[in-house]
């Protein structure tokens, strides 16, 4: 399916100032340069090249801006303290971005050399990895449809895009819980919908509900589509309650996005010895456990945060506090844990952190 | 909300070459001029302006590409015998734009100002409108999130454009019946979703369905996302079924789009005196009124078919044959009132038809 890509290089004449690490903002500041790719029917993926990071020209009639046909990734480049750069589990990500690929009807893309041309496109902006304990660099690939045509049909041409962006630490003070509310009236997507691609369409559903929810809820918790009765996620993150001595996520069932850090927290706790079930998870058997006194933790899991506890489930007319507002045992650990391997602080006994090593930047050099 | 706008102009230097009306494409060729107005959040939306058409200029890390926080419109503009430009009841798709835009979370637009302005493109543009039977200039309305920023949260920033493609007539040889397939598997959105707005994610969700459909297949006929058992509405029409003498319609449940077709079939059929139910309607009784023979006709209606009577209906293994494959008398006299009407052909009892006029144009050049 994909020939062999060289990739192109056109550097920038001069770099950007840097912000501060103190002073990182998420996702408005980006690096000198991005990964850009193009397909066209017929031909496939062509033109692989990073160039200087700048605005792109569109047609107004561009599919993307009518029929939403886009998939996107998210994940992050750490610095450690011996000043290497790598990356966590990435593979994952472009395996993932190929499984929405395909149910958006977006042609797939060559796992390996994406993975090959981000870490090429890491080794170059390396210096763009914050230093600052908890930073990172942000690493968002996305495909757009690009095809200048009004109607609704898989788009011909589209857009293979890796932008980067430093991100301050998302725990200024140490990680701390937050307040979900359960969302009951809107719904995020539905068996049979796209919600276990990562599609924009699911984040622009996602939208009234958070402004719908009062003041201080950080995220809304979804609730299965059909009988509005199942947990399904949070906004960005898998979700995962400790009941009763056992840690209990939904199951992938179709709707909800199988996330990276959720798969790492299930391995973590397997191989700690801690009961973890993935099974349909109802917001009453929650209700239920938490009058019980059994609701011992409850943490939302993704890259943004990591391990986000819960402090405090807003559920209708319920207020359900959780581990007294604190951060429970088992979310610190796999916190601590997750973080340790990311930043390498701590053994991988997974083998999931690749590094981005001198001959990326060596191999990228020679092509230019 | 909104302050008094004046429409900038910037006319191109030199008309592109139309294509001839027996070679039009759908939504593949662009008028020489568009609209365009941005939102800025504190200002509100700014900077109306009728410019060339060409590709605009916007940032890769802009929300639409990520988080697909956009709406769309679509309607035409008709040409009469003596010549005349006219709209179809156009201030319905901006109220229907900015009921989207709430869903969406998009600041709303001034409907009455986006009308003037819709009418001065085309007042601007009306050779564009091409002239043999059945053709229009087809508008597409639609707005898009321009911010840059990697964060999931309603734009500070939008774009509201109006683009114009001439388009051939639907039918070249007369109105013809289509083959329709239940779709059981995908659904494209739920009660609490966006199915009620005209929002990209919407078509993004219902291309899979269209890929699996066997050949010869129009289109999908959407059943509800909870119990896969009711009738919603077909990928770009609603859906009507003429069942033992009336007319039955699924009714607006929150995830159909309200169609300005439907509305305009609804109250046509009244007007005839002809039985017509706004209700739930499921695939189960269908199948039964035509086990009966009961059931008479089944046409989609919408903007660019106008009304599409539906010949077959395939249902996993049951192949529907309706009206032995012909147009019904119902839906040949709806399509031919409406077309009439749109054309200026037949007389308009309704006051729907809304005339682009010479004054329209004269308003514009005023403010060159
Ligand atoms: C809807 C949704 N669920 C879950 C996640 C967590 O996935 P990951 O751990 O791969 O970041 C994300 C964030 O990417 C998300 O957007
Ligand atoms: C999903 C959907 N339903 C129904 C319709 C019909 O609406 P209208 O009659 O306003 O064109 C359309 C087309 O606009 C549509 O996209």
Redesign the pocket.
Same mark, same amino acid.
Do not use: F, Q
């Given at each position: 399916m994909e020939k062999e890509h060289a990739i192109q290089i056109d550097l920038c004449s001069s770099r950007k100032e840097k912000p501060r690490d103190d002073e990182l903002e998420f996702g408005r500041t980006f690096a000198d340069h991005m990964f850009v790719m193009d397909y066209t029917e017929g031909e496939g993926w062509h033109d692989a090249r990073i160039v200087p990071y700048e605005p792109i020209t569109i047609d107004p009639s561009a599919m993307i801006f009518h029929y939403g046909q886009s998939v996107f990734?998210?994940?992050k480049a750490y610095l450690t303290a011996e000043g290497n750069a790598q990356l966590f589990r990435p593979e994952? @990500?472009f395996k993932?971005m190929n499984h929405s690929n395909s149910r958006l009807c977006i042609p797939p893309i060559d796992e390996a050399f994406a993975l090959k041309a981000l870490k090429q496109l890491i080794a170059l902006e390396k210096e763009w990895i914050p230093k600052a304990e908890g930073t990172s660099l942000y690493i968002r690939p996305f495909i757009i449809s690009t095809e200048p045509f009004l109607g609704v049909a898989p788009a011909r041409h589209y857009k293979f895009m890796i932008i980067l962006s430093p991100v301050g630490a998302y725990y200024k003070e140490g990680i701390n819980p937050i307040k979900i509310a359960v969302e009951s009236e809107y719904v995020?997507t539905v068996k049979g919908g796209t919600g276990e691609a990562?599609t924009g369409g699911?984040?622009a559903a996602s939208l009234k509900a958070q402004e719908a929810a009062e003041e201080g809820i950080a995220q809304v918790l979804w609730l299965d589509g059909v009988e509005k009765k199942y947990i399904e996620?949070?906004?960005?993150? @898998?979700v995962f309650f400790k009941i009763d001595g056992k840690v209990v996520t939904p199951a992938l069932n179709g709707s909800?996005?199988?996330?990276?850090?959720?798969?790492?927290v299930i391995q973590l706790l397997k191989h700690w010895d801690v009961p973890v079930e993935e099974r349909k998870l109802s917001m009453d058997e929650v209700f239920q456990a938490h009058q019980e006194g059994k609701l011992e933790e409850a943490f939302g899991?993704?890259?943004?945060a990591v391990i986000s506890p819960i402090g405090e489930l807003v559920w209708g007319e319920h207020r359900l506090n959780i581990n007294s507002g604190k951060t429970g045992a088992v979310a610190k650990k796999l916190y601590d844990t997750l973080t340790g391997i990311q930043y390498g602080k701590t053994i991988d006994p997974f083998g999931w952190v690749m590094p981005v090593e001198e001959r990326d930047l060596q191999s990228l050099k020679a092509t230019v």
């Open positions: 990734e998210g994940m994952r @990500n993932r995020r990562k699911n984040y996620e949070v906004g960005s993150m @898998n909800i996005l199988e996330g990276v850090t959720r798969n790492s899991a993704g890259t943004a």
